[in-house]
């Protein structure tokens, strides 16, 4: 069974920093794009960044662009988001993805973590 589980979300400040972190079990996703999206209560799941499978390439949404960055290290099967310079806007329930893929300008995923809420107060 996969599984994908988030952790480090929180309250901070705009202007601040976290990192979330995603821990992947169940299979091995070295060979897998990984990535996280978000989703506010009552709007659609936006896509947030994508890692490719070999940690060579990345992509971003042009709202988080600059701010934002994906890394993953899979010895220990793991997937990271820090986020700098965190605006009102960015909160969300931020989700961990695993097997992401592209239809024109959308990405979707195969597997996905329960979500952690990230909350930037002003």
């Known amino acids: 069974q996969v599984q994908l589980v988030e952790s480090g979300g929180g309250l901070v400040q705009a202007g601040d920093s976290l990192r979330l972190s995603c821990a992947a079990s169940g299979r091995t996703f070295s060979r897998s794009s990984m990535g996280w999206f978000r989703q506010v209560l009552g709007k659609e799941r936006e896509f947030v960044g994508v890692i490719s499978w070999f940690g060579d390439s990345t992509n971003y949404a042009d709202s988080v662009k600059g701010r934002f960055t994906i890394s993953r290290d899979d010895a220990k099967n793991m997937v990271y988001l820090q986020m700098n310079s965190l605006k009102p806007e960015d909160t969300a329930v931020y989700y961990c993805?695993?097997?992401?893929?592209?239809?024109?300008?959308?990405?979707?995923?195969?597997?996905w973590g329960q979500g952690t809420q990230v909350t930037v107060s002003s």
């Open positions: 993805a695993g097997d992401l893929s592209r239809t024109g300008s959308k990405y979707d995923a195969t597997y």
